[in-house]
């Protein structure tokens, strides 16, 4: 198959992260006849400081003539720090998935066995956790009207859908627990937000033609509380876009590290695929950084091509990193690997291993295949 990259670096760590992402991209390539063609372009700060324009229009048309965005990071702390700054890195990315239209994104939230031990939480609360977060991602109150008083004092962020947003990332969402545990749970603070009562409207009409699908509702409030006690409730988690991004981040939490999580952002047209994580300032250029969230946005973006071996290629290849210790700091204090090396460890079982022949996708996830 023929696959056209664009490749959106980013800032802070994104570089090296999307640098061992590549080189498995590379392995899948060669070890199964594929062509995917890579092009860079600039995103986020790296492009403010080239351009002026976190998202210049060459990066945007790149995407658009490709088949799939893999992107990196964004997110610079000079731009945080100022809280002045008319343009800042955040931009580019936010308005790369509304100029793409990837209304859905998707975030896996899995505990790997072998890393039990590394959460916060105790092991006989995250043992089996297994859910999916679909996170809207270009309404609310990301993209609502802003506003700052004249004087300074008063500032306005509004949150804003339509049926037509709420229900289309609805469907994504029923459809996927169908092929799950068959249970989904819309995220939202009906209590208060018209919003979100609108939210379940919708869904509640969309659940009458998912007979088979189970629909609960749960406030925020109450789902950030859950998550910690009981993980293992959720199966698909249904979301507006702050709700997501703050679920997502805490969900992370419960698998030990947020370097571990991949996310694939979807539309009618387009596809991105990224790490849950930042840009991660302090780690850049270190050689310390989690490469394996990217690693894994690639085995989301195979899945989507529908590569089902290649995907699974990937997360063998993963799981043996981690089985083998061979881990950055953030999974192992000790550890005495960098970046680049796990990268080149990763690529290299996808080349030399062909386990993923005998195992399926499901045994992998849950530890009961023979590599973990
Ligand atoms: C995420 C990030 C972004 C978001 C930032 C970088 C704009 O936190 O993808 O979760 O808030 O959506
Ligand atoms: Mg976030």
């Given amino acids: 198959m023929k696959i056209k990259i664009a490749l959106l670096n980013g800032d802070g760590i994104g570089p090296e992260v999307t640098a061992q992402a590549v080189k498995c991209l590379q392995a899948v390539e060669e070890t199964f006849g594929h062509e995917f063609i890579l ?75 072998t890393l039990m031990e590394k959460s916060p939480l105790k092991k006989k609360i995250i043992a089996g956790t297994d859910f999916v977060i679909f996170r809207e991602l270009t309404g609310g109150i990301y993209f609502g009207e802003k506003s700052l008083s004249e004087d300074g004092t008063t500032a306005t962020d509004s949150c804003t859908y339509t049926e037509k947003e709420v229900s289309q990332i609805a469907h994504l969402a029923f459809k996927a627990a169908k092929g799950r545990r068959k249970k ?27 007979p088979e699908v189970t629909l609960d509702f749960m406030f925020i409030d109450n789902a950030a509380m859950q998550l910690l006690i009981k993980p293992t409730q959720f199966d698909v988690i249904l979301t507006e876009n702050m709700f997501g991004d703050i679920l997502s981040d805490e969900g992370s939490a419960i698998g030990g590290s947020i370097g571990l ?72 204090t000790s550890s005495k ?36």
């Avoid at 997110?75 to 859905?104: H, I, M, S």
């Avoid at 290649?310 to 083998?324: F, G, M, N, T, Y």
């Avoid at 690997?337 to 195992?359: A, V």
């Avoid at 996830?365 to 973990?372: E, F, Q, R, V």
């Fill in 261 to 332: 999580l991949p996310s694939a952002s979807i539309g009618e047209n387009y596809a991105l695929f990224e790490p849950v994580h930042g840009s991660y300032p302090q780690a850049t250029g270190k050689d310390i950084a989690n490469p394996i969230a990217s690693i894994l946005s690639v085995a989301m973006l195979l899945d989507h091509f529908k590569l089902d071996e290649e995907s699974r290629a990937v997360v063998i290849a993963v799981l043996k990193s981690i089985k083998k210790g061979i881990v950055s700091p953030d999974l192992s």
């Fill in 39 to 113: 092009t860079e372009a600039k995103v986020g700060a790296a492009a403010i400081e080239a351009t002026g324009d976190p998202l210049p229009k060459a990066t945007l048309a790149l995407c658009k003539e490709s088949d799939a965005v893999l992107f990196g990071s964004i997110g610079d702390p000079k731009y945080d720090n100022d809280p002045d700054a008319n343009v800042r890195p955040e931009q580019g990315l936010l308005r790369l998935r509304k100029e793409l239209g990837l209304f859905c994104n998707i975030r896996p939230i899995k505990v790997f066995p």
């Fill in 337 to 372: 690997y960098g970046t680049n090396h796990i990268g080149d460890f990763i690529s290299g079982n996808i080349r030399d291993s062909d386990d993923y022949l005998i195992l399926n996708k499901e045994n992998i996830w849950l530890g009961k295949s023979t590599i973990i």
């Fill in 184 to 210: 989904v749970t819309l995220v939202d603070k009906a209590n208060v937000l018209e919003s979100s009562r609108l939210w379940r409207r919708v869904v509640k009409k969309i659940a009458e033609s998912y």
